[in-house]
T-cell receptor, first 112, second 112 residues
Framework: RKEVEQDPGPFNVPEGATVAFNCTYSNSASQSFFWYRQDCRKEPKLLMSVYSSGNEDGRFTAQLNRASQYISLLIRDSKLSDSATYLCVVVISAGTASKLTFGTGTRLQVTL | DTGVSQDPRHKITKRGQNVTFRCDPISEHNRLYWYRQTLGQGPEFLTYFQNEAQLEKSRLLSDRFSAERPKGSFSTLEIQRTEQGDSAMYLC??????????FGPGTRLTVT
């Protein structure tokens, strides 16, 4: 079983739609959680951190459910510029190292 | 630009040749990470430096791979006797906290 699992998609949605991505992780010792965005042939860029209390950044809302080991990302009012791959990331801090463990990513294509 | 930089951006090499990549982290970040990403997958952790000390290496890092960070600033990743399976994007990330990591543009390696 992969440490971080995501539906690879693609999710094809019209502009203005609301879309949700989910992610599950297997290691209950995971301590930090993030969503990264990656455009085609570019580096991953930090989108937002994820907390149990939920957090919102404009049109983006992220949520963590530690009991179910489940992370979600909601994008409201999708824009064409949101088209990208969204990577779910967990961090297990072992000693001083904090290795990011990535899912395979969920591809989003927003269309007119 | 004060972000993470990597050089070269692209490298094409013949099987059996040695290659070296360089990463310059964000200047105040003491933590530096190398990851490898293949098509359709999320990045995978390779190795971690805190200042000049290499504190962790992945099992993915075979003995053909070596990384250094001699003065605690820039880092190099060398691959000896390259194989076609080494073709990938090699990503460098830096961090001050270990949790939020910021990626460079990557070096895309093609082994022919």
């Amino acid at each position: 079983r992969k440490e971080v699992e995501q539906d690879p998609g693609p999710f094809n949605v019209p502009e203005g739609a609301t879309v949700a991505f989910n992610c599950t992780y297997s290691n209950s010792a995971s301590q930090s959680f993030f969503w990264y965005r990656q455009d085609c042939r570019k580096e991953p860029k930090l989108l937002m951190s994820v907390y149990s209390s939920g957090n919102e950044d404009g049109r983006f809302t992220a949520q963590l459910n530690r009991a179910s080991q489940y992370i979600s990302l909601l994008i409201r009012d999708s824009k064409l510029s949101d088209s990208a791959t969204y990577l779910c990331v967990v961090v297990i801090s072992a000693g001083t190292a904090s290795k990011l463990t990535f899912g395979t990513g969920t591809r989003l294509q927003v269309t007119l | 630009d004060t972000g993470v930089s990597q050089d070269p951006r692209h490298k094409i090499t013949k099987r059996g040749q040695n290659v070296t990549f360089r990463c310059d982290p964000i200047s105040e970040h003491n933590r530096l990470y190398w990851y490898r990403q293949t098509l359709g997958q999320g990045p995978e952790f390779l190795t971690y430096f805190q200042n000049e000390a290499q504190l962790e290496k992945s099992r993915l890092l075979s003995d053909r791979f070596s990384a250094e960070r001699p003065k605690g600033s820039f880092s190099t990743l060398e691959i000896q006797r390259t194989e076609q399976g080494d073709s990938a994007m090699y990503l460098c990330a830096s961090s001050s906290t270990g949790r939020e990591q910021y990626f460079g543009p990557g070096t895309r390696l093609t082994v022919t």
